[in-house]
């Protein structure tokens, strides 16, 4: 896997995070936001390229969740995220039809753009962030997880 793919991963699965606040989307249950046992999970297969950090294809989930039902029951979690999650057919049609349409040239520098557009929304990036190598950012990433998390928690 290419350092930037990675690296963008990272920043779909810290805004997916973020954005549904450690609540299982599936239970509705709280769980520690970022401590084990909490996958960001993507609705339409990661290995399409179109959808694959678009954070609307992004749902929080409990490991147990992601791993049971999400994978070995794809119809009734497909039947979940239709009613619960996107609540119209419409909605979901257009993100598997972007997912169908985008083949392996995505342009990664927009994407990162627009990952670090959307997580800013959550937390504050220092005006260095830029400069940054991608293994200080994902350092960094971990570490705003957990100050959220401690946050969370006290």
């Known amino acids: ?7 963008l991963d990272d920043l779909w699965r810290t805004i ?6 450690g609540v299982c989307q599936y239970s509705l249950k709280a769980k520690g936001v970022f401590r084990d ?6 609705i ?3 290995t399409k390229w179109g959808t694959r950090w678009d954070t609307r294809n992004g749902i929080l989930l409990h490991a147990y969740h992601n791993r049971g039902v999400a994978h070995k029951y794809p119809e009734q979690f497909r039947n979940f995220i239709l009613e619960k999650w996107f ?3 419409v909605e979901y049609d257009s993100l598997v039809a972007r997912a169908w349409m985008v083949g392996r040239t ?4 927009l994407v990162r753009l627009l990952l670090m557009k959307e997580i ?3 937390v504050s990036l220092d005006d260095n962030w830029e400069n940054l190598s991608y293994n ?6 971990r570490e705003i997880r957990k100050e959220v998390a401690y946050r969370q928690t006290t």
Do not use: F
């Open 1 to 7: 896997m290419k350092p930037l793919d990675k690296h």
């Open 37 to 42: 046992g909490v996958d960001a999970h993507h």
């Open 44 to 46: 339409i297969s990661r």
């Open 16 to 21: 997916i995070k973020l954005r549904d606040k």
């Open 106 to 109: 995505v342009d990664r520098q």
């Open 136 to 141: 200080r950012q994902a350092a960094a990433l």
């Open 120 to 122: 800013s929304e959550y």
């Open 87 to 89: 609540g119209s057919q």
